[in-house]
């Protein structure tokens, strides 16, 4: 039988602190305290946005009525640049609202988004003076409603010198 070995009286041993294999054993746990920290910091910084409406989330499921609502009517909407207006043509089975509502969200940004009201100028056809912001051009992520929203068309559009009409339709539902 042999004896465990000890250390030999002349000689001691290094604090628990000065050992390599407890650091190598603390390393992860310490790394992710440290990177649990850094996340809550990310988090409370820069906060996710909310969806607009509800604050239940039902937002999204009232999103997709409107929408369908647009499609079951043929609603399409011609978005164009003429002079210094926005001008919008509507087309379909529906009532002519007295007036549009519009947001407009800067492609890939976070910035505000632009809210105009589009009022009628004739049948069918509905016009606003255009924003600085809007008139520089770009890539913008429009949602056109009328004011009772019982509709909703969703789209990209691009805005500049030159662009064609962009023609908004809605999605055909899902089988």
């Known amino acids: 039988m042999t004896m465990p070995k000890r250390a030999s009286p002349g000689r001691q041993e290094a604090p628990w602190y000065r050992q390599a294999g407890f650091w190598w ?10 990177g649990g920290m850094i996340t809550l910091k990310v988090a409370i910084d820069h906060p996710d946005q ?3 409406g509800d604050p239940a989330g039902s937002a999204i499921p009232q999103v997709l009525i409107q929408e369908a609502q647009a499609h079951s009517k043929h609603i399409t909407a011609t978005l164009e640049q003429k002079g210094g207006y926005l001008q919008i043509t509507l087309r379909g089975q529906h009532e002519r609202p007295e007036i549009l509502l519009i947001q407009l969200q ?8 632009q809210h105009l009201s589009l009022h009628a100028s004739s049948p069918g056809i509905y016009r606003a003076i255009m924003p600085a912001a809007l008139a520089s051009g770009g890539n913008w992520y429009v ?7 019982k509709w909703l068309l969703t789209g990209p559009l691009r805005l500049g010198l030159g662009e064609q009409p962009v023609v908004m339709g809605a999605m055909p539902s899902m089988p």
Do not use: Y
């Not at 800067?106 to 988004?113: A, C, I, L």
């Open 25 to 34: 054993l603390m390393a992860p746990p310490f790394a992710a305290v440290v």
């Open 143 to 149: 949602e056109l409603a009328p004011a009772d929203g």
């Open 106 to 113: 800067p492609w890939g940004s976070r910035d505000q988004p």
């Open 50 to 52: 909310l969806l607009s």
